[in-house]
C-alpha cells in the first residue's frame, strides 16, 4: 500500500516478571521510591481525577525550581525524559546540518533522528577508551546531544569539556540528558545562567525510583524552553496526568532520602565493580547505576543466557559489533549484586 511508514523501533529492556528474579536490565532504581511519596499518593483526591491535569504544572516547576535555583519558566515537565528529548529534536532540530551525537549512545537519539526525518552524524567514541572526545564536536552541526554520563559506558564528561562543546557552538541548541547525572560528579545545569544554548534533561525513573510512573523535565532559557512548550502543546499538552505530578512534587521535596539512596547505589556499583576485576573482568569506569563490563575468557551471549536461566536479567547489546562481548548489567541491593557474583563466580569455574 501505499503512504505506509517503514520504521526501525527502539528496542527497550525486555519486562520479565518472576517473583525471584533480580532484574538488572533497565537501570531501574534498586530501592522504592520516598516514603513521602506514597503519602503524598494516598492523600491525593481521587475525585479530582474526573478533570483534566495541570496544564502548567505549576506545582512541581515550583519545586524543582527552588531546587536548582531557576524560575519556573526555564523549566518544561514531560511525560518521562523520553518525551522531553523527542520534544527537543522536534523544536531545535530542524537545520539541514547533521545534528552529532556519540556513535555508541542512548539507542533513542538515531530512533528519533530517523522518526522526524533529522539529518544527523554518529562521531565516533575513542577507540580504546570509549570516552567522547569533545573536540571532534567542534564543526559545523544542526545541534548537538549527549548523554552525561553517557550510556551504555557509563563515562562521564568533565563540565569543564561539556563548557568548551557549548563555548564551540553558540548559534545551534546542545541537549544534555543528564538520565545519570545524581550518580555523577557534577550535573551542568549551573551553566544554564552563562550559556544561552543549553539545554539539560532530567528523569524521575533512575535516581528518583520512580520509572512506574513516567515523568521527566528539561531545564533551559526560556526562550528555547517556550520552544518546548509550543510544541508540547501541539502534541499532547496534558501529557504529565495528575497522580504523576503529585508524586513527582512530593519525591523532589524529599531530597535526603534520596541523596542517601544514591550514595549508597555509587557504594555498591564500586565494590561490585572491585569484585569483578577479581574475577577477571574489564570494567568501564562507571558514573552511573550500571555497569559495562567484559570477560577475556568468557562469551558475554553465553554468560546473558546462564544468568537469565537463573533468573538474572541483566543486557545484552547485539549492535553495535563492539559490545558484543560486553555485558551492561544494573546496579541492584548490596545482597543482590553479592548474589549475582556468586552465580558468575560459579559459570566462571564451569567454564575455565
Ligand atoms: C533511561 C534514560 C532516559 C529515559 O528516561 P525516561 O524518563 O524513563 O523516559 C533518557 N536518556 C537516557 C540516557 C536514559 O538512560
Same mark, same amino acid.
Given at each position: 500500500?501505499?503512504?505506509?511508514?517503514?520504521?526501525?523501533?527502539?528496542?527497550?529492556?525486555?519486562?520479565?516478571?518472576?517473583?525471584?528474579?533480580?532484574?538488572?536490565?533497565?537501570?531501574?532504581?534498586?530501592?522504592?521510591?520516598?516514603?513521602?511519596?506514597?503519602?503524598?499518593?494516598?492523600?491525593?483526591?481521587?475525585?479530582?481525577?474526573?478533570?483534566?491535569?495541570?496544564?502548567?504544572?505549576?506545582?512541581?516547576?515550583?519545586?524543582?525550581?527552588?531546587?536548582?535555583?531557576?524560575?519556573?519558566?526555564?523549566?518544561?515537565?514531560?511525560?518521562?525524559?523520553?518525551?522531553?528529548?523527542?520534544?527537543? %529534536?522536534?523544536?531545535?532540530?530542524?537545520?539541514?546540518?547533521?545534528?552529532? /551525537?556519540?556513535?555508541?549512545?542512548?539507542?533513542?537519539?538515531?530512533?528519533?533522528?530517523?522518526? /522526524?526525518?533529522?539529518?544527523?552524524?554518529?562521531?565516533?567514541?575513542?577507540?580504546?577508551?570509549?570516552?567522547?572526545?569533545?573536540?571532534?564536536?567542534?564543526?559545523?552541526?544542526?545541534?548537538?546531544?549527549? @548523554?552525561?554520563?553517557?550510556?551504555?559506558?557509563?563515562?562521564?564528561?568533565?563540565?569543564?569539556?561539556?563548557?568548551?562543546?557549548? @563555548?564551540?557552538?553558540?548559534?545551534?541548541?546542545?541537549?544534555?540528558?543528564?538520565?545519570?547525572?545524581?550518580?555523577?560528579?557534577?550535573?551542568?545545569?549551573?551553566?544554564? @545562567?552563562?550559556? $544561552?544554548?543549553?539545554?539539560?534533561?532530567?528523569? /524521575?525513573?533512575?535516581?528518583?525510583?520512580?520509572?512506574?510512573?513516567?515523568?521527566?523535565?528539561?531545564?533551559?532559557?526560556?526562550?528555547?524552553?517556550?520552544?518546548?512548550?509550543?510544541?508540547?502543546? =501541539?502534541?499532547?499538552?496534558? =501529557?504529565?496526568?495528575?497522580?504523576?505530578?503529585?508524586?513527582?512534587?512530593?519525591?523532589?521535596?524529599?531530597?535526603?532520602?534520596?541523596?542517601?539512596?544514591?550514595?549508597?547505589?555509587?557504594?555498591?556499583?564500586?565494590?561490585?565493580?572491585?569484585?569483578?576485576?577479581?574475577?577477571? /573482568?574489564?570494567?568501564?569506569? =562507571?558514573?552511573?547505576?550500571?555497569?559495562?563490563?567484559? $570477560?577475556?575468557?568468557?562469551?558475554?551471549?553465553?554468560?546473558?543466557?546462564?544468568?537469565?536461566?537463573? $533468573?538474572? %536479567?541483566?543486557?545484552?547489546?547485539?549492535?553495535?559489533?563492539?559490545?558484543?562481548?560486553?555485558?551492561?548489567?544494573?546496579?541492584?541491593?548490596?545482597?543482590?549484586? @553479592?548474589?549475582?557474583?556468586?552465580?558468575?563466580?560459579?559459570?566462571?569455574?564451569?567454564?575455565?
Amino acid at each position: 500500500m501505499d503512504g505506509i511508514r517503514k520504521i526501525t523501533p527502539y528496542i527497550p529492556g525486555a519486562q520479565p516478571d518472576f517473583e525471584d528474579m533480580i532484574k538488572l536490565n533497565t537501570n531501574e532504581n534498586a530501592y522504592p521510591p520516598s516514603p513521602k511519596v506514597l503519602e503524598a499518593l494516598e492523600k491525593a483526591d481521587y475525585r479530582q481525577l474526573m478533570r483534566y491535569p495541570s496544564l502548567t504544572n505549576h506545582e512541581l516547576k515550583e519545586a524543582l525550581a527552588e531546587t536548582y535555583g531557576l524560575q519556573t519558566d526555564q523549566l518544561i515537565i514531560g511525560n518521562g525524559s523520553d518525551e522531553i528529548l523527542a520534544f527537543c %529534536f522536534l523544536a531545535f532540530f530542524n537545520s539541514r546540518k547533521p545534528v552529532l /551525537f556519540p556513535g555508541m549512545t542512548y539507542g533513542f537519539y538515531k530512533v528519533w533522528a530517523d522518526l /522526524f526525518h533529522v539529518p544527523y552524524q554518529e562521531i565516533p567514541l575513542q577507540s580504546d577508551t570509549f570516552e567522547i572526545v569533545p573536540t571532534d564536536y567542534f564543526k559545523e552541526n544542526g545541534g548537538i546531544i549527549i @548523554a552525561n554520563p553517557n550510556a551504555p559506558t557509563g563515562i562521564e564528561l568533565s563540565k569543564n569539556d561539556i563548557r568548551r562543546i557549548l @563555548a564551540e557552538n553558540p548559534d545551534v541548541v546542545v541537549v544534555i540528558d543528564e538520565a545519570y547525572c545524581d550518580y555523577g560528579d557534577e550535573s551542568v545545569v549551573d551553566l544554564i @545562567a552563562e550559556y $544561552h544554548n543549553l539545554v539539560v534533561t532530567h528523569t /524521575f525513573s533512575k535516581s528518583r525510583s520512580l520509572a512506574g510512573i513516567r515523568l521527566g523535565y528539561a531545564m533551559g532559557n526560556a526562550k528555547l524552553i517556550n520552544v518546548l512548550e509550543a510544541v508540547k502543546s =501541539s502534541f499532547n499538552p496534558y =501529557s504529565v496526568d495528575k497522580l504523576a505530578e503529585v508524586v513527582g512534587t512530593a519525591a523532589v521535596e524529599d531530597q535526603s532520602y534520596y541523596q542517601e539512596k544514591n550514595a549508597l547505589i555509587c557504594q555498591t556499583r564500586d565494590r561490585f565493580s572491585e569484585e569483578l576485576a577479581k574475577l577477571g /573482568f574489564q570494567t568501564l569506569p =562507571s558514573k552511573t547505576n550500571f555497569v559495562l563490563t567484559t $570477560h577475556p575468557q568468557a562469551d558475554a551471549a553465553d554468560l546473558f543466557r546462564y544468568l537469565e536461566s537463573r $533468573h538474572i %536479567f541483566v543486557r545484552y547489546f547485539k549492535s553495535p559489533a563492539v559490545l558484543e562481548n560486553y555485558l551492561r548489567i544494573s546496579i541492584g541491593t548490596e545482597s543482590e549484586m @553479592a548474589t549475582v557474583i556468586q552465580v558468575i563466580q560459579t559459570y566462571l569455574q564451569d567454564i575455565l
